[in-house]
């Protein structure tokens, strides 16, 4: 059995070691390393965020058409690969679409 006084909450119990930036237990965590320089302040913006998922699906938009070229140019005919690139080319550009006008509206 434990002695009074000694137990995980008690008084006399050693503390934890403290966690580098942090100033007590109610402070939340750092976002970043302690000292760095930089805040992107522009994550912040939910416009921006939506801009950057816009480019995102452009960017697989341009991925799935890229391959969805080479898939029609192939020289081997009975190997027409797995992916179906033609829908994800146009669910990609829907996406992208769809983020961009959220972007002018937000």
Known sequence: MAEPGRGRNSPGAASPRPVAGMTNDSDPPPLSLPG?????AAMDDPSTLVW???AAFAALAALAGW???????????DKPGWVPWQPLLV???MACVVCAALGILV
């Open 91 to 93: 669910l990609a550009m």
């Open 67 to 77: 391959a969805d070229h080479r898939r029609a140019n192939r020289r081997d005919v």
């Open 52 to 54: 950057l998922a816009a």
């Open 36 to 40: 760095a320089k930089h805040h992107f």
